[in-house]
Nanobody, 123 residues
Framework: VQLQAYGGGSVQAGGSLRLACVASGGTFSRFHMAWFCQAPGKEHEFVAV????????YYADSVKGRFTISRDNAKNTVYLQMNSLTSEDTAVYYCAARLYGSASRRPTEYEDWGQGTLVTVSS
């Protein structure tokens, strides 16, 4: 499946952004969908994941209570609502899709990746 992420930008600390990732070329509703982020000089870091059926979500401790992942299978889209942003959230955010197995937190277990969208939070 091909993934295209949107919605990054620059925001002041305390602000909000909503990222979207649109899928094409596959049966979106069958994929677990996750968001990862990568800050300069760091590895991909897990942010959130939603199961293919949308019944369960999991978050990194650093974003719990601030970020919300959701999906609209009719629109082949997964979202990441980001609230109360801090400078620590500055990174390139990637959406990723996994067809088989569990809704993993490991980036190596995802088969397909979007191109990334940059989020910059200024304090």
């Amino acid at each position: 499946v091909q993934l295209q992420a949107y919605g990054g930008g620059s925001v002041q600390a305390g602000g909000s952004l909503r990222l979207a990732c649109v899928a094409s070329g596959g049966t979106f509703s069958r994929f677990h969908m996750a968001w990862f982020c990568q800050a300069p000089g760091k590895e991909h870091e897990f942010v959130a994941v939603i199961r293919w059926i949308g019944d369960s979500t999991y978050y990194a401790d650093s974003v719990k209570g601030r970020f919300t992942i959701s999906r609209d299978n009719a629109k082949n889209t997964v979202y990441l609502q980001m609230n109360s942003l801090t400078s620590e959230d500055t990174a390139v955010y990637y959406c990723a899709a996994r067809l088989y197995g569990s809704a993993s937190r490991r980036p190596t277990e995802y088969e397909d990746w979007g191109q990334g969208t940059l989020v910059t939070v200024s304090s």
